[in-house]
T-cell receptor, first 113, second 118 residues
Framework: ETGVTQSPTHLIKTRGQQVTLRCSSQ?????VSWYQQALGQGPQFIFQ???????GRGNFPPRFSGLQFPNYSSELNVNALELDDSALYLC????????????FGQGTRLTVV | AQTVTQSQPEMSVQEAETVTLSCTYD???????LFWYKQPPSRQMILVIR??????QNATENRFSVNFQKAAKSFSLKISDSQLGDAAMYFC???????????????FGQGTRLTINP
């Protein structure tokens, strides 16, 4: 157990809809990162939040957005869903500037039809 | 930009035997971290082992060890005495730091699917 939980575990949405995925970080961790993992691929970095502010983004459009709350919870929001958004979404919590690893949740499997 | 390459999409090994998974990476940084993660069917990424680039000694965690060749930018994982529970996808990852914004992100390879034959 990593102490990082995600909800829901599975989700089916229709193209054009909006979706919110949730993550509960490990207590004490000030940083949360989100990754997209397409089938058969390695995870790709979406963005990172540190103390409720986005401090880094990968090659993802603005319709991917996030929030981080003081109670160690966070959200990934995706607007105007496209078929290619179908993937496993992983969140990872860690300490910024610490020589520690990231702890991952079990992921949310999003299917866009 | 940093890249990570795993050239073996699939590997298989007999139970109790030893297997080595390969990983190469590209970076211009001198201080960084490398990781091997395991992803079983439960989907959760589990840290297997970590190597700090400034340490010359290869990391070891029980049956898992790495061969870190900094000059060659190579970071292979050796699993000794393979067990059925080792079957999973294995990802090599490099941790990069955004010098402007400070974000730490993991750059993953494509993964190697490891099968353990009883």
């Amino acid at each position: 157990e990593t102490g990082v939980t995600q909800s829901p575990t599975h989700l089916i949405k229709t193209r054009g809809q909006q979706v919110t995925l949730r993550c509960s970080s490990q207590s004490g961790h000030n940083t949360v990162s989100w990754y997209q993992q397409a089938l058969g691929q390695g995870p790709q970095f979406i963005f990172q939040y540190y103390r409720e502010e986005e401090n880094g983004r990968g090659n993802f459009p603005p319709r991917f957005s996030g929030l981080q709350f003081p109670n160690y919870s966070s959200e990934l929001n995706v607007n105007a869903l496209e078929l290619d958004d179908s993937a496993l979404y992983l969140c990872a919590s860690s300490l910024l500037w610490g020589r520690t690893e990231a702890f991952f949740g079990q992921g949310t499997r999003l299917t866009v039809v | 930009a940093q890249t990570v390459t795993q050239s073996q999409p699939e590997m298989s090994v007999q139970e109790a035997e030893t297997v080595t998974l390969s990983c190469t990476y590209d970076t211009s940084e001198s201080d960084y971290y490398l990781f091997w993660y395991k992803q079983p069917p439960s989907r959760q990424m589990i840290l297997v082992i970590r190597q700090e680039a400034y340490k010359q000694q290869n990391a070891t965690e029980n049956r898992f060890s790495v061969n870190f060749q900094k000059a060659a930018k190579s970071f292979s994982l050796k699993i000794s005495d393979s067990q059925l529970g080792d079957a999973a996808m294995y990802f090599c990852a490099y941790r990069s730091v955004d010098e402007v914004q400070g974000a730490q992100k993991l750059v993953f390879g494509q993964g190697t699917r490891l099968t353990i034959n009883p």
